[in-house]
């Protein structure tokens, strides 16, 4: 029993990778299907959400049943005659339902805007990646320079990533002697910067194409900022732990609140009731953490592939 929780987290971080999106037309398609029901329906085993829901709704699940049997028994007589029935008045939990959704809603809400923001961010490391890319190539025509800005964008998405291969994503764009350089360097996106601000610096070029130039690395180097910020400030921890117990709390009660009115049917009201809003918390969680849920490796694939043609 003590190994499952541990192994819903393993198979939720494994298949995480792969759920990663980064549409085209033919996804969009997809997407909007009249068909999206029934195919939601069919990988509901295969959803890392609902994986790592086993742990938490099995055992309110369980406790559920414990309290089922034990009233039945209570009632049929078949229990000693002083054990009372474990029921009490809804109320409470009628009055304190609303409560629950709004934290649910709060912590959800939270989290998308974190997810929307590091989205947005990536979108301006991106275009300032393709715009410092066509600068260079019409004005500078350095290719040391251009090495170095289409390897920040590989640099910054290692560098946010648990478990990314920098040497290995590096590799592809840094010749060895910058390659062992920036991977020396404790900070490499920062690195990587410093290197592409000194190049720029060193050169005689007019003004305006200062001006261009120092706009990009200044989007680099509040891009980074917004990064780091996200990935080590999380939502109020205070605010993550009220949500969790008073889920919890919530819906160990619960089997006692309903026994009145639903009797055997508390056990699958209450596995219903548990699925459901401990899902909507979960995704909170998935998304407050929002780089390993984005496409970050198609995006840096596909800037290359543009500033190669």
């Known amino acids: 029993i003590?190994?499952?929780p541990e192994w819903a987290d393993a198979?939720?971080?494994?298949n995480m990778p792969?759920?990663?999106?980064?549409?085209s037309n033919n996804d969009w398609l997809r997407h909007r299907s009249s068909l999206r029901h029934a195919r939601h329906m069919a990988s509901t085993?295969?959803?890392?959400?609902?994986?790592?829901?086993i742990p938490p709704v099995f055992t309110v699940?369980?406790?559920?049943?414990?309290?089922?049997?034990?009233?039945?028994?209570?009632?049929s007589g078949w229990a000693p005659g002083f054990l009372p029935v474990l029921?009490?008045?809804?109320?409470?939990?009628e009055l304190t339902a609303p409560a629950l959704a709004l934290l649910l809603v709060f912590r959800?809400?939270?989290?998308?805007?974190?997810?929307d923001e590091?989205?947005?961010?990536?979108t301006e490391v991106i275009s300032s990646t393709k715009n410092l890319a066509r600068l260079t190539e019409a004005w500078i025509h350095n290719d040391d320079l251009m090495r170095y800005i289409v390897a920040f964008p590989l640099a910054l998405k290692c560098h946010l990533i648990m478990g990314s291969d920098m040497e290995a994503d590096l590799r592809k764009v840094l010749d060895e002697r910058d390659l062992a350089f920036v991977l020396n360097a404790k900070h490499r996106p920062n690195c990587l910067l410093q290197m592409i601000f000194q190049i720029i610096d060193g050169l005689s070029l007019g003004e305006t194409q200062q001006v261009l130039l120092h706009e990009n690395i200044s989007t680099y180097n509040r891009s980074v900022s917004v990064c780091e910020r996200l990935i080590r400030t999380p939502i109020p921890l205070s605010y993550t732990r009220l949500t969790s117990r008073f889920l919890i709390l919530w819906h160990l009660g619960l089997p006692i609140a309903l026994w009145d009115t639903c009797n055997w049917l508390v056990i699958p009201s209450t596995f219903f009731s548990s699925a459901a809003l401990f899902c909507i918390e979960e995704v909170g969680v998935l998304i407050e953490e929002p780089f390993p849920m984005l496409a970050l490796d198609r995006m840096c694939e596909v800037a290359l592939i543009n500033i190669k043609e």
Not at 45 to 53: E, T, Y
Not at 87 to 93: G, K
Not at 118 to 122: G, I, L, V
């Open 11 to 14: 198979q939720k971080e494994q």
């Open 61 to 75: 699940t369980g406790i559920s049943v414990l309290v089922t049997l034990y009233n039945a028994l209570v009632e």
């Open 18 to 23: 792969n759920r990663r999106a980064f549409y």
């Open 108 to 115: 959800t809400d939270t989290s998308y805007s974190r997810y």
């Open 45 to 53: 085993f295969s959803s890392r959400v609902i994986i790592s829901l």
């Open 2 to 4: 003590a190994s499952v």
């Open 87 to 93: 029921h009490a008045p809804s109320l409470p939990y």
């Open 118 to 122: 590091a989205r947005k961010t990536w």
